[in-house]
Each structure stands twice: as C-alpha cells, then as structure tokens.
C-alpha cells in the first residue's frame, strides 16, 4: 500500500537559518507527483511545491526547494531563509498518475515553529 | 477570483441527523476530492471526482455520500452522522494530476 512517512512532528530553527522537513514515500508505481502544502493556524492549505517522479531537476519555487532522491524514496522540503511566517504545519502528499483512480495521499505532517 | 468555497465553515449537528457539506469551484476544473483531518492522520481523502458523473472512494469512504452532477459542484453527504465524523473537512479542485490542489476553507463538524 502506498504510504508517506514524516518522521519530525515537530522541529524549531532559527529566524534567518535553514530547515529540511523530511518526507519518505512507499510505492510501487513509476508515475506519481509529490507535492508539499503548507497549513498556517488560521487553517488553510496552501500549495509549496511539486516534483514530478519522471522530473530530472528538483523543484524550485523561491524559498523553497524540493531535495528530491528518487531511488531512496525521498522528498524533502527545503525552506531557506527561515521567517516567522514560516511557522505552521507542512504536509507532504503523494498523487498516483498510473491507475485508473486519483489516489492521493498524505503525510501525518511537521509542526514548524520558527524562533525569532 | 479562482477559489473553492465550502459551505457552511462550521457546523454542530446531532447523531443521525442527515447533512449536506457543499463544494463549488470556478476554474473549471475536472478533478475534486474530499478529505478528513484529523490530528496525527495527516489529511485521508474520503471521495474523488474525476469528471461529471465519475465519483469514487477514497481511502475513508464509509459513512460518506458525494454526488457530481455540474462540473463546479461536488457535495459531502453524511446521510447519519456518527460522533467519529467529528473532523475537520476540506474540498479540493484541481486542473489534472500533476498541477497543485486549490483547497477550501475548510469545515469544522462536530457530531454530538
């Protein structure tokens, strides 16, 4: 079965420092997207960043890069440049392109508290 | 604006009473879903939509009914709530499989 594993619930950094949340993934299909949401306390989810399984180069948007080691299974999420408005939930989510079914899959999430 | 808006953002209802959670976005898009969040789970999709007419389970189906008559509509139905429906409830819209979801506000259900 396919599964997201992020194994930090919570992590602190430095306002202006660097962080990786990490994001592993189980599957068995080569065709699948990645992507990383962002859910502020006020609640809503906001779109980071995607990586197509067949995309050579990690993603880039911004501040945020996507360290993306497909033979390992992994996908983390790189913030540079820490700011307090980084603080809130990341989720990491998988999308299967292969099957007849839109099967999308979440991660349980990382609490992100940035410390000025 | 392009959006997803859910309708109503919070609601308290008694076990066994019927309710509708309703989903419309403008982007024209083909692919909706609905998810649960719950503390610790992440989000677990309930139900998807690929086109008008075509709705299928997700991981979390049972207890939940969709229906996806128009393209920009795609309802939640809890036909008899239970108190473990007590979640935090998002729609999503999206272009195709490889472009990011638009999520609603969210629903906040509390089934007492």
């Known amino acids: 079965a396919q599964k997201i594993t992020q194994t930090q619930p919570g992590m602190f950094v430095q306002e202006k420092e660097a962080v990786t949340l990490d994001c592993t993934y189980d599957?068995?299909?080569?065709?699948?997207?990645l992507f990383w949401y962002k859910q502020p306390s006020s609640g809503e989810m906001i779109f980071l960043i995607y990586?197509?399984?067949?995309?050579?180069q990690n993603a880039t948007e911004g501040r945020y890069s996507l360290n993306f080691q497909k033979a390992r299974k992994s996908a983390n999420l790189v913030i540079s440049a820490s700011q307090l408005g980084d603080s809130a939930m990341y989720f990491c989510?998988?999308?299967?392109?292969?099957?007849?079914?839109?099967?999308?899959?979440f991660g349980p999430g990382t609490s992100l508290s940035v410390i000025p | 604006e392009a959006q997803v808006t859910q309708n109503p953002r919070y609601l308290i209802t008694v076990t066994g009473k019927k309710l509708t959670v309703t989903c419309s976005q403008n982007?024209?898009?083909?692919?909706m879903s609905w998810y649960r969040q719950d503390p610790g789970l992440g989000l677990r999709q309930i139900y998807y939509?690929?086109?008008?007419?075509?709705?299928d389970k997700g991981d979390v189906p049972e207890g939940y009914k969709v229906s996806r008559k128009e393209k920009r509509n795609f309802p939640l139905i809890l036909e008899s709530p239970s108190p473990n429906q007590t979640s935090l409830y998002f729609c999503?819209?999206?272009?195709?499989?490889?472009?990011?979801?638009?999520f609603g506000q969210g629903t906040r259900l509390t089934v007492v």
């Open positions: 599957t068995s299909d080569q065709s699948y997207g």
């Open positions: 939509s690929m086109n008008v007419e075509v709705t």
């Open positions: 989510a998988m999308r299967d392109w292969e099957t007849s079914y839109d099967k999308v899959i």
């Open positions: 999503a819209s999206s272009f195709n499989r490889n472009t990011e979801a638009f």
């Open positions: 982007m024209n898009h083909e692919y």
């Open positions: 990586q197509g399984s067949y995309d050579e």
